[in-house]
């Protein structure tokens, strides 16, 4: 009789998990569907606002008051991140319908990066965190879609800054492994608890639930980019320590 009531017990524990893991990804669908609408109705209004902001900004360079100027800042940083917000879930609805295509081509990473890295300077800067990059000449051409390669390290730039207190650093680092090209992007930053790291990669997940400064998509999204490619992406990390992204891309054939 207690055999048969633990067994009772148990497949009762294990239908309730399961049940809630049906919810889980219910909602979670929803959620994506209505994200999805949103996203596609909001585009060109803020991207609108983006645009109209940047050109008077561009007038109002050597003339006018310098009020104006902050307050057309201010409205261009904003549009320019709903935007970015936006093309996130339009991204995530592009990857679950399957209508996700690559424009792959033959691309030197050095000149690549520089990209990135021109963008997020400022922000380390600002923050007191030094952003190096290791990355050789001598490195083989990629058969990526450049693009999106440069969001995937837009993605993993933008989250070890935010997470790396004044005066650490960010690094970035490659190798060639055979085929691929395995980069690393590390912080110096306080670390992922081992309980938190099986959900980095989950939709609409923030190891900080009052941080409101995304949507949590955006290691998601870089998760989508790699695999869409052939390639891997992983995480290691140490508390105290910091944390690195590892991901893969495939070695252009000659």
Known sequence: MRA???AV??????RALAEQRIAAEIRNRQLETFAAVVAHDLRNPVGLIQTSAGFLLDVLLQEGSDPVRKQLRIIHRSATRANRLIQDLMDVARLDAGQFTLERERTSV???LDE???VHQAAAEETGIRLESRISSELPLLD????RLLQVFDNLLSNAIKFTREGGTVRIEAEQDESWVRFSVADTGAGIPE???AHLFDR???ARSSDRRGLGLGLAIAKGLVEAHGGSIWVESQLGKGTAFYFTMPVAEF
């Open 144 to 147: 990526v879609d450049r693009d």
């Open 9 to 14: 017990d148990k497949f009762g524990i294990q």
């Open 195 to 197: 309980e938190l790291r």
């Open 204 to 206: 609409f997940w923030q």
């Open 4 to 6: 048969v009531e633990n």
């Open 116 to 118: 990135v890295l021109v």
């Open 110 to 112: 050095p000149p690549a």
